[in-house]
């Protein structure tokens, strides 16, 4: 079945470094990809998202490409602030699932 | 303001008790899905419903049960059956996709955490 793979954390960065956050995935169909954020406590909120292959989404400075040839949708930011300190998490949709297949997460740390 | 609503934030429960998590929509979203997060862990679908009165099971839907009598509702309880039921539950919706590519995002509660004592 369809999955998501994405690196482990915990990943710890200085302010103003540059964040790659891995993500690649298995489908049978042609989904949509997206990376979502979670900060502490609270339910999961859109960072951005791509639907067809060489889209690129951003938000925030966040940007992440659909590379359908690696099956990638690496999330990259090119000066992370101590705001940006949460749990990140890929995912994707597909017809053929009907639900959301997330990755396990990726907690980022921010220190001033 | 639009969105997904879920109550209570923080729930405790004894052990051998049922307990009924709420998740309310005005996104007009058919469909409802159910996670469970555990601590450092991804998110695991517990129910979905594409439809009102309709659903189905995820890949942990074992000592939880869910209705959809309305659109707007999506209720989860979680029964003793449950051995390990503390845990973070994040309700969320989406709209059914209108092509053949993928659904659309689905949109998060702010999560009930439930605690067993």
């Known amino acids: 079945g369809d999955s998501v793979t994405q690196m482990e954390g915990p990943v710890t960065l200085s302010e103003e470094a540059f964040l790659t956050i891995n993500c690649t995935y298995t489908a049978t169909g042609y989904p949509s990809l997206f990376w979502y954020v979670q900060y502490p406590g609270e339910g999961l909120q859109l960072l951005l998202k791509a639907t067809k292959a060489d889209d690129k989404g951003s938000n925030k400075g966040f940007e992440a490409t659909y590379r359908k040839e690696t099956t990638s949708f690496h999330l990259e930011k090119g000066s992370v602030q101590v705001s940006d300190s949460a749990v990140y998490f890929c995912a994707l949709s597909d017809l053929g699932n009907n639900d959301m297949r997330f990755g396990a997460g990726t907690r980022l740390t921010v220190k001033p | 303001d639009g969105g997904i609503t879920q109550s209570p934030k923080y729930l405790f429960r004894k052990e051998g008790q049922n307990v009924t998590l709420s998740c309310e929509q005005n996104l007009n979203h058919d469909a409802m899905y159910w996670y469970r997060q555990d601590p450092g862990q991804g998110l695991r679908l517990i129910y979905y419903?594409?439809?009102?009165?309709?659903?189905q099971k995820g890949d942990i839907a074992e000592g939880y049960s869910v209705s959809r009598e309305k659109k707007e509702s999506f209720p989860l309880t979680v029964t003793s059956a449950q051995k390990n039921p503390t845990a973070f539950y994040l309700c969320?919706?989406?709209?059914?996709?209108?092509?053949?590519?993928?659904?659309?995002?689905?949109?998060f509660g702010p999560g009930t955490r439930l605690t067993v004592l």
């Open positions: 419903s594409q439809i009102v009165n309709d659903f």
């Open positions: 969320a919706s989406s709209m059914k996709g209108t092509t053949l590519s993928s659904y659309n995002e689905q949109f």
